[in-house]
């Protein structure tokens, strides 16, 4: 699997956008970017995903770069709910759903 | 989506013995896996479970060690064998949807096992 690379930890205000950043620049034509997270005590859950187009829900929005090499969640209004880390994972499409966890970003939101 | 419950949530066990876990969706799924976290750690892989047969192991596991069943659809166990404090983790299991269009993995909320 391609390898991502993500700042160990952010830190953000209550109520402000985060930017969480991916690097995956060996990434190849068919591996899709998930993001998932994992609240204090819990399994991680999932975000969002893509392949080429930005993407959005109502968890989150997705950029991804034009050569695909990096990509940046994007909470628009953090709550303190949103305090968890924060994975990104290059999944090949037509796999087995079989996810590779990195390190993630913890993200800390401030009151 | 799909709900996973697994039991025990936690436990507290001595060296040399031995606990299963299990863990149950609500749905019938296809792809089944289970994951384990050291204290501070991201998540590992410990294997694939496979219905009907044999589970698919990933590097640094083996059978003996992490036997695993899964019975049907909606079921499996994981067993952590002649433990010692290193198995001190959280173990997660996970499910893919069949056919859902995300193709996203859905997590129980973990057994915390502690090995004294």
């Known amino acids: 699997d391609a390898k991502t690379t993500q700042p160990n930890s952010m830190e953000s205000n209550e109520e402000e956008p985060v930017h969480l950043p991916c690097n995956h620049s060996?990434?190849?034509?068919?591996?899709?970017i998930h993001w998932y997270r994992q609240l204090p005590s819990q399994g991680p859950e999932y975000v969002i995903h893509?392949?080429?187009s930005n993407v959005n829900n109502r968890m989150a929005s997705l950029a991804i770069a034009e050569d695909r090499k990096s990509s940046t969640l994007i909470l628009h209004r953090a709550t303190l709910r949103d305090a968890a880390v924060y994975y990104c994972?290059?999944?090949?499409?037509?796999?087995?759903?079989?996810?590779?966890f990195g390190k993630g970003t913890l993200l800390t939101v401030n009151p | 989506s799909a709900v996973i419950s697994q039991k025990p949530s936690r436990d507290i066990c001595q060296r040399g013995t031995s606990l299963t876990i299990q863990c149950q969706v609500d749905?019938?799924?296809?792809?089944m896996f289970w994951y384990r976290q050291q204290p501070g750690q991201s998540l590992t892989l410990i294997a694939t479970?496979?219905?009907?047969?044999?589970?698919?192991?990933e590097s640094g596991f083996v059978i003996d060690k992490f036997p695993i069943s899964r019975p049907n659809l909606t079921f499996s166990t994981l067993t952590v064998s002649n433990m010692s404090p290193e198995d001190s983790s959280i173990y997660l299991c996970?499910?893919?949807?069949?056919?859902?269009?995300?193709?996203?993995?859905?997590f129980g909320p973990g057994t915390r096992l502690l090995v004294l």
């Open positions: 893509g392949l080429t």
């Open positions: 994972i290059l999944r090949r499409g037509g796999s087995n759903y079989k996810l590779t």
């Open positions: 479970a496979n219905q009907g047969s044999e589970a698919t192991y």
């Open positions: 749905s019938q799924v296809t792809m």
């Open positions: 996970s499910v893919g949807v069949a056919g859902g269009p995300r193709e996203t993995q859905y």
């Open positions: 060996t990434i190849s034509g068919t591996d899709y």
